[in-house]
């Protein structure tokens, strides 16, 4: 890899990290939730995360002492991790793998958690197959997602859309709902009884600003595919129009967020 591209991997990194992180009471409640879901009976449990990005659901599990098998296939996201659970890395290991491909033997782990990942991969059956594969027979699947709603968030997304689309490409919506009820129905086609619940209500501030950022830095799944050119294009007329339409990009905006968790037991 090139040193500019992997310069610019870890700026997006770090832009993630500071942009989607939760707040402190909220990891919190997420990683109880996950904690109880995990029955190890007797044993220390094991979990692995699959697109374990820059650790916002392992970190607070792992400063509870869960062993952490960390994977992802982005070592810019696996540096970032590393540098932030610097000091509790030793029950850690960092896997830099592929989640359809995963390096661990059959039934070693006791929880796999995957968190805004399925969307991201066309061939998700295959890393579910291997997320199956390595699950010791009590283990469970435990994938995670959040909902989110602000307004000038959506209008932003939006007009981003618009001004990508007067570029001649089209960008495809609702792949992550579309995807996850994809999942379950492979998993109850397998037997399986996925059981979804809501975890946490929330409410964090954001600016426009952030908001620009997060889609210049293309944080969003759905900006992933657009050329670097229409891409760049967009953004430039869409802070011009935020600015006109918005005034002060610095003044915040009320967000309402919520997590989910579905899990899925083997037995
Ligand atoms: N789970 C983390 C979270 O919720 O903050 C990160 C979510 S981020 C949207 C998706 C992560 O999955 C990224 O870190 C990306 O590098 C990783 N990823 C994407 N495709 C992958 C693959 N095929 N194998 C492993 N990791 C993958």
């Keep these: 890899m090139g040193e500019e591209m992997a310069s610019a991997l870890l700026r997006a990194a770090y832009a993630y990290d500071r942009l989607r992180a939760y707040p402190p009471e909220v990891a919190g409640r997420i990683a109880t939730a996950i904690g109880h879901a995990v029955a190890a009976r007797g044993e220390e449990p094991v979990l692995l995360e699959l697109g374990v990005g820059t650790g916002r659901i392992a970190l607070p599990l792992i400063a509870r002492g869960y062993r952490y098998l960390a994977l992802d296939c982005d070592p810019a996201m ?16 960092l896997l830099l793998a592929d989640a359809r491909e995963i390096p661990l033997p059959d039934e070693s782990v006791h929880g796999v958690i995957a968190v805004h990942l399925w969307h991201l991969l066309p061939d998700w059956p295959k890393a579910l197959a291997e997320a199956l594969r390595v699950l010791k027979p009590s283990g469970v699947l435990l994938e995670g997602w959040e909902r989110v709603e602000a ?19 089209s960008v495809e919506r609702g792949l992550h709902g579309r995807r996850r009820a994809e999942v379950e129905e492979a998993l109850r086609r397998l037997g399986l009884r996925p059981r979804t619940r809501e975890v946490v209500a929330w409410r964090e501030e954001r600016t426009p600003r952030e908001a620009l950022e997060a889609l210049a830095y293309r944080l969003y799944s759905f900006t992933k595919g657009v050329p670097e050119e229409a891409h760049a294009r967009a953004m430039e007329r869409l802070w011009a129009w935020a600015e006109a339409e918005l005034g002060d990009l610095d003044r915040p905006f009320s967000v309402e967020k919520r997590f989910f968790l579905r899990s899925t037991r083997l037995s």
């Design 151 to 169: 307004e000038p968030e959506c209008r932003l997304q939006e007009r981003w859309r618009e001004l990508v689309a007067e570029e001649g490409v």
């Design 78 to 93: 696996l540096e970032v991790f590393q540098k932030k659970a610097a000091g509790v890395m030793r029950k850690v290991r």
